[in-house]
């Protein structure tokens, strides 16, 4: 076949931004608040809108409420956190999330009210002592990503490049070169519709690429959720850490026409009841009785996987048939609508639902700030380790973590915007060459239901020493095939989502072997008490 080249362009900017969420966006407009002069490039797969907060129901804590207090939030974090939250971050995060509230009604998010449409109408979820949580029903992403994109989309300085994906970060390296040291300059990025990689070079680099959801076979995450951002972060010679406290919902949507939609930790704030189908038994006294349904996610969702192992059933049933249609239509319009369009109707009939993939509690090491072990990079979100979330997540504490870090990563990477952009005329374009080959998409398809399977089964809920280390040599064997694709192939987006998220699968495997005890979202059957002297795992 012929040789065709994908060399494209080469284009400069103050900062890159890669990813689109709550992080990315909130970063943009808090950095033109400090610079408004600065030259942005926002990078997005898809569309704009298309991330894993847009997609969040639930909404985002803050205290507001007399009878609540910091440190009752800060408690309820450390206790979801299962021992490895950090204090210092959980504080200088939550402290912040009141002003980041104001910050989004400002930008023109409408959070619920109560009925004298003064007092906000919050919410209560799994963990929390307290109703803290602002929402817009059941679309409180949605409701914040369309504010914050129509700010970001009106200012001149943005440049927005959809359907666009990073292939590899620039290092301009120090002499000598530690592996956690140097700076990145820029990015490889491929315009998925012309098949071009582009160089673009920029004083700072912001990783908001969210998580990984995608690794397995039920997530609630959108296509987009392939481990990008930690992939990229960690071939660049960054350090990540505790990838295998992976967060499972417990409630996802059991349904073949709408396999990702997720039923949101509201429900069951609200009253939902957890029920086995052959027997209505409310299982959840055997496993949390104090809590029942609103003990924390992990528990929750072990709960019910090992409920479903044990019976003939697929799923287990939500309960929602003692509300009435008008309450369940005013709190959750979205779920009661769509699911009304499926023929089941949460006022009469038991959701079918089963736990999923939701969030990646590890990631990438960051200080608050967002600041990684290379200079001028900075990674926000999801795909960050702060050290809030710990080892589980404490429910709605994601997007205050994205909104406040990204006001946090504008005042830090100032210092780079006022120096000049290192010497990075050595850096070539991109110059490798390919051959088109319509049989690798049919191939590539094959390795990833087959990594997701096994990740679902070997990595999942539940694991074992002997489980992990079979799945690592399957990983490890694909992984040297997805690799030679790599380097002989055109580079596509699919391609180059398979080969991040082996990559990601291949590090939450080692941590997870690494890890011989279990807490938070990580059980290993064959060591299932906590460890005394356990530590974080580095990769």
Known sequence: MDAISQCGSRESFDVLVIGTGIAGLSFCLALLQERPKAKIALLCKTKLQESNSYYAQGGIAAVSREGDTLSQHFQDTLSSGDGFSHPDVVSGILKEAPQYIQKLEHYG??????????????????????????????????????????????????????????????????????????????????????????????????????????????????????????????????????????????????????????????????????????????????????????????????????????????????????????????????????????????????????????????????DVAGQTDKDRLYAIGEVAFTGLHGANRLASNSLVEAGVMAGYAAQACLKWLDAPLPLTEKIPDWDSKGVSDSRRASQINAHWRGLRGEMTSYAGIIRTEEGLKDLLKLILTRSQMIEEYYWQYTVTRDLLELRNIILVAELIVRSALKRRESRGGHYREDYPQKSLDAEETIC
């Not at 799994?126 to 914040?144: L, P, V």
């Not at 350090?239 to 967060?247: C, I, M, P, T």
């Open 109 to 366: 998010v409408s959070f619920d009210k109560m009925a004298n449409h003064h007092e906000p109408d919050l919410a209560q979820e799994g963990g929390h002592s307290q109703r803290r949580i602002f929402r817009c029903k059941d679309q409180t992403g949605r409701a914040i990503i369309k504010s914050l994109m129509a700010r970001v989309q009106e200012h001149p300085n943005i440049q927005i490049f959809e359907s666009h994906i990073a292939v590899h970060l620039l290092n301009r390296a120090y002499q000598p070169v530690p592996r956690y040291y140097g700076e990145i300059v820029g990015a490889y990025v491929l315009e998925i519709a012309t098949g071009l990689i582009h160089t673009f070079l920029s004083k700072v680099v912001i990783l908001a690429t969210g998580g990984a959801g995608k690794i397995y076979r039920y997530t609630t995450n959108p296509d987009v959720a392939t481990g990008d951002g930690l992939a990229i972060a960690y071939r660049a010679g960054v350090r990540a850490v505790n990838l295998e406290f992976y967060q499972f919902h417990p409630t996802l949507l059991y349904h073949p026409q709408c396999p990702n939609f997720l039923i949101s930790e509201a429900v069951r704030g609200e009253g939902g009841y957890l029920r086995l189908p052959q027997t209505g038994e409310r299982f959840m006294r055997r496993y949390a009785p104090a809590q029942m349904e609103l003990a924390t996610r992990d528990v929750v969702a072990r709960a019910i996987f090992n409920e479903i192992e044990q019976s003939s059933y697929n799923y287990v049933h939500l309960d929602t048939t003692h509300h009435s249609p008008a309450f369940l239509a005013q709190h959750f319009p979205n779920i009661y609508g769509t699911l009304k369009q499926l023929g089941i109707d949460m006022s009469q009939d038991l959701i079918p639902v089963v736990p999923a993939a939701h969030y990646q509690c590890g990631g990438i090491l960051t």
